[in-house]
């Protein structure tokens, strides 16, 4: 059986250890240059599982292989387990603290948990602009309708769009989309209020020696449905 008397000295050491990893990165992830080109939360977790298996190679600190052995295996240091203790340190305090709490054990401090989002009363939304006749800024536009409201369809829930290719996918998951505002997350929306959202710009036309034209395309006016999380795609 085992011992909570190392057992527990074990987990807040990781805790403590998690903490200071987390506050350690913390300036990479408020980096401009990082917000500028990668999704946040996507690649903040490789970072994470990465420096966490750095870590338990350079300080030999294979917490999954100690908990195994105290919980009666054999001890067996590999590289299995130090993948799996770094993903202990990459889950942070919070999946440390949360472990703690599921032994019913006391944590030493209260983690610092991310409030859900889009949060009750709120929905997110965001606007990815696909080029075909678009020349140089899209503007986005957003505006809260406060007179009589428009004959409107049901409050919004999200929208299914097509299969885009698999490196498509990859890519939006890691990377931040320069043609999608925001570039990545969603901006937090009113459920109780009507919004219209509206792309303007300039296209080109059929001849290219001709002027450029400008444009304004109504994306969608209406309410968002409660938590929802929509992310129009607008072909211009």
Same mark, same amino acid.
């Given at each position: 059986?085992?011992?909570? #008397?190392?057992l527990i000295?074990?987990?807040?050491?990781?805790?403590?250890?998690?903490a200071v990893?987390?506050?350690?990165l913390t300036t990479l992830f408020q980096?401009?240059?990082?917000?500028?080109?990668f #999704?946040?939360?996507?690649?903040?977790?490789l970072i994470m599982?990465?420096v966490?298996?750095a870590?338990?190679?350079?300080?030999?600190?294979d917490i999954f #292989?100690k908990?195994?052995?105290m919980a009666g295996g054999?001890s067996n240091a590999?590289?299995l387990?130090r993948?799996l203790s770094?993903?202990?340190?990459?889950g942070?305090?919070a999946a440390?603290?949360?472990l703690l709490?599921?032994?019913g054990?006391?944590?030493?401090?209260?983690?610092?948990?991310?409030?859900?989002?889009?949060a009750?009363?709120n929905?997110w939304v965001s606007?990815r602009i696909?080029?075909n006749q678009a020349? =140089?800024?899209?503007?986005?536009h957003?505006?809260e309708?406060?007179?009589?409201p428009?004959?409107i369809?049901?409050?919004?829930t999200?929208?299914?769009?097509g299969h885009p290719?698999?490196?498509q996918?990859f890519?939006?998951?890691f990377?931040?989309?320069?043609?999608?505002l925001p570039?990545y997350?969603?901006?937090?929306?009113?459920?109780?209020?009507?919004?219209r959202?509206?792309?303007s710009?300039?296209?080109?036309?059929?001849?290219?020696n001709d002027?450029?034209?400008?444009?304004?395309?109504?994306?969608?006016? =209406?309410r968002?449905?409660?938590r929802?999380?929509?992310?129009?795609v607008?072909a211009?």
């Amino acid at each position: 059986m085992t011992d909570l #008397n190392v057992l527990i000295p074990l987990l807040v050491g990781a805790f403590v250890v998690a903490a200071v990893l987390e506050s350690a990165l913390t300036t990479l992830f408020q980096w401009r240059l990082y917000l500028e080109f990668f #999704n946040g939360r996507a690649v903040k977790t490789l970072i994470m599982i990465a420096v966490g298996y750095a870590v338990v190679r350079q300080f030999d600190y294979d917490i999954f #292989n100690k908990i195994v052995f105290m919980a009666g295996g054999e001890s067996n240091a590999g590289s299995l387990s130090r993948f799996l203790s770094a993903c202990v340190l990459a889950g942070g305090s919070a999946a440390i603290y949360q472990l703690l709490k599921t032994l019913g054990l006391r944590p030493p401090v209260e983690a610092v948990q991310d409030k859900p989002k889009p949060a009750t009363g709120n929905a997110w939304v965001s606007v990815r602009i696909i080029r075909n006749q678009a020349v =140089g800024d899209v503007r986005i536009h957003l505006d809260e309708i406060t007179g009589p409201p428009p004959v409107i369809s049901p409050p919004i829930t999200g929208v299914i769009g097509g299969h885009p290719h698999l490196w498509q996918r990859f890519k939006r998951v890691f990377f931040a989309d320069p043609m999608r505002l925001p570039s990545y997350g969603g901006r937090t929306l009113e459920t109780s209020k009507i919004y219209r959202i509206v792309a303007s710009g300039n296209v080109r036309q059929a001849n290219p020696n001709d002027p450029l034209l400008p444009f304004e395309r109504e994306i969608y006016v =209406g309410r968002f449905a409660e938590r929802a999380i929509v992310d129009f795609v607008f072909a211009i």
